[in-house]
């Protein structure tokens, strides 16, 4: 079994930055994709970032690239978020993600693991 604890979010206003942390614990190894997708209110839940745990695919979801970073700290076990430039519309309950296998994957359901999620609120 895999844990992730996610921590970071908060509220901050629109232009601000956060930076959300994925710690992950348990059976890991280090073919593994990590993810972050994010569920507004009534919506379903999208994809936002992705990497495999060697750091050589990164993938990020339209809306927010060239403003979040995903990155990794293979000895702290971490995975971060950086978010830059946040918008109100980046509101949203922020999870962390895992797979097995070294393929990027954008979908929800290619994910083994799941974190309790964080929330983050940007104010206009």
């Known amino acids: 079994q895999v844990q992730l604890v996610e921590s970071g979010g908060g509220l901050v206003q629109a232009g601000g930055s956060l930076r959300l942390s994925c710690t992950t614990s348990?059976?890991?190894?280090?073919?593994?994709?990590m993810g972050w997708f994010r569920q507004a209110p009534g919506k379903e839940r999208e994809f936002v970032a992705a990497s495999n745990y060697r750091g050589s695919s990164n993938y990020y979801a339209d809306s927010v690239k060239g403003r979040f970073t995903i990155s990794g700290d293979n000895a702290k076990n971490t995975v971060y978020l950086q978010m830059n430039s946040l918008k109100p519309e980046d509101t949203a309950i922020y999870y962390c993600a895992a797979r097995s296998g070294l393929i990027v994957e954008l979908s929800p359901n290619r994910y083994n693991y799941w974190g309790q999620g964080t929330q983050v609120t940007v104010s206009s």
């Open positions: 348990g059976r890991t190894s280090s073919s593994v994709t």
